[in-house]
């Protein structure tokens, strides 16, 4: 029995590499001088190009608000069909395809290239053990990553890194924060793909997670012009609204419904200024502008911050309790199915726990848990969304 899961380890963390593609978007040129953003895909795996696709959008979107930004994409050379030329009828232009392995250590080599970045984007699977999984679990983008800071000084003012994959919230985003010196977001549970319906909301594509099968074939929503459902422009990665349950264990003891900023070594202010300024790329409900009101700026919080259910109005349920919490003073509403983490913008009161491997340090898949450490109704999402309203100010500043 002892072989065997070493053996199912070995496979597990020594898979097969396919490369990865430099590209820059509606571009045939790349100046490592100017403004970036860049945006990461790792390697599908049994999701294909999902990653891709949904990098494809805030690849649009990024553009339309700041069509002089330079947007770059790095990407796991995913292995069916020609992806260079799947790439390009997106807007693409294939500027480098290397061979090495797509890791931690090789994605910095390329970023670090870049000597005025805007914003890091990762889409891909992840764990809070190992993680970003770059190109299968063997090759990542770790706590343990050497040289993680050289990135440090490349950020221009209020940049950030946003890592859309799974659990990447409980150990990578506030440590990517406190070495990189930016606000990084993280998920605090499984993150999903969730598609536009012709109601206007995204839902999960799931059995029992969507009303019915009217599926939006064109969003109207997101973007300054009406765009096909073809490849990605109508799919977006959003957390669950419940605990992980996965591979890795079950986390049942709590989670949070929205992807978490932190900001180690940022003020406040620097901080929910950076935080509103990021919803502007956000795949919402809501094409948000420097230039929007108020109200239009309160639907994008609403759509980042709370979750959806085909079942009942939850959205609208949300968006009141928050506001009335910010009128009672009671700011222990709760809309995630379990208990919600207390966190704030410099760490969470939960750690993972797992049990290894005989004879080794690797944690063991299916034996890890979430401890909750908080005692007391936890405060998180309303104060997050308290953090975002006041920063209305700072959207065109």
Request: aromatic share 12%; net charge neutral; charged share 20%.
């Amino acid at each position: 029995m002892f072989k065997l899961t070493v053996f199912f380890l070995m496979c597990l963390f020594f898979s097969e590499s396919n490369a990865f593609l430099v590209t820059t978007y509606k571009t045939d040129k790349l100046n490592y001088q100017v403004p970036t953003r860049v945006i990461v895909a790792g390697a599908g795996d049994n999701l294909g190009t999902l990653f891709q696709q949904v990098a494809r959008s805030k690849a649009l979107k990024y553009n339309q608000l700041n069509s002089t930004e330079q947007i770059v994409l790095i990407t796991a050379k995913e292995p069916d069909g020609d992806n260079k030329a799947l790439l390009k009828s997106w807007g693409f232009t294939t500027q480098s395809d290397s061979w090495h392995t797509f890791n931690g250590d090789t994605l910095l080599d390329e970023v670090v290239k870049f000597k005025q970045i805007a914003s890091i984007d990762i889409f891909s699977h992840s764990s809070a053990q190992h993680g970003i999984h770059l190109d299968g679990r063997a090759h990542r983008l770790t706590l343990n990553t050497k040289n993680l800071d050289r990135l440090k000084g490349h950020f221009m003012k209020d940049a950030y890194a946003f890592l859309h994959g799974c659990n990447a919230g409980f150990m990578l985003a506030p440590f990517l924060s406190q070495v990189w010196e930016i606000p990084v977001a993280g998920a605090m549970t499984s993150t999903n793909f969730q598609r536009l319906h012709n109601d206007g909301n995204y839902y999960l594509t799931e059995e029992g997670f969507f009303p019915n099968t009217d599926w939006a074939q064109s969003n109207d929503k997101t973007f300054d012009t009406s765009m096909a459902c073809n490849a990605g422009l109508c799919k977006r990665l959003k957390p669950d609204n419940n605990p992980y349950t996965g591979f890795w264990g079950e986390y049942t003891e709590g989670g949070l419904p929205f992807f978490k900023f932190f900001c180690s070594k940022n003020s406040t202010e620097v901080c929910t200024r950076i935080m509103a300024k990021s919803l502007l790329s956000y795949i919402g409900t809501t094409n948000l502008k420097p230039t929007s009101n108020l109200t239009e700026y309160r639907n994008a919080v609403v759509d980042f911050l709370c979750p959806v259910s085909a079942k009942k109005d939850l959205r609208k349920e949300c968006e009141a309790n928050l506001e009335n919490a910010l009128v009672t003073g009671d700011y222990t509403y709760n809309p995630f199915t379990k208990t919600q983490v207390q966190c704030d913008f410099q760490k969470c009161e939960a750690e993972i726990k797992c049990k290894n491997v005989i004879l080794s340090t690797i944690a063991k898949p299916g034996t890890c848990e979430l401890i909750n450490t908080f005692e007391g109704k936890a405060t998180t999402i309303v104060r997050e969304y308290k953090a975002y309203m006041e920063a209305y100010k700072y959207l065109a500043n």
